[in-house]
């Protein structure tokens, strides 16, 4: 294991922190939108190196995985939401659309993140981008 790989949740709370702090200053608030997509280009970039491309292949290969994959998305998650806006948003009817939409719409890119830095398979988990 690299250092990089052995720090990689420092170095992602260092990154955090910065932005933050530079957050602050005004003329990157007003780049700030030009500077997201290279950034995350170069973050997954970083973590797709670390993947053999044999073992991506062998993850499309993985059915069982794949479709409680999809069933988790496509049925489970969207009732969930459904329900927990029902109990808690009914009344609002647009921030109950809003909680549907967030936990409805499928995270591309910082749960391969996670993965690696929870030692997870990350090929499996690239392969239901």
């Known amino acids: 294991m690299g250092s990089i790989e052995k720090y990689q949740s420092l170095f992602i709370l260092g990154a955090v922190g910065i932005g933050l702090i530079l957050g602050q200053i005004t003329i990157i608030q ?30 499309f290969r993985n059915w069982k995985f ?3 994959s999809g069933s988790i998305n496509f049925i489970f998650n969207p009732l969930f939401a459904f329900i927990l806006g029902y109990l808690f948003l009914r009344d609002i009817p647009a921030l109950w659309i809003g909680f549907i939409m967030l936990m409805v719409t499928p995270c591309t890119d910082w749960y391969l993140v996670f993965t690696g830095i929870a030692h997870g398979n990350v090929p499996l988990s690239a392969s239901i981008l």
């Open 66 to 68: 794949a479709a409680i």
């Open 30 to 59: 007003n780049y700030a939108a030009l500077f997201i997509v290279p950034f995350l280009i170069v973050m997954l970039y970083g973590i797709f190196l670390q993947v053999p491309l044999n073992q991506l292949r062998n993850s």
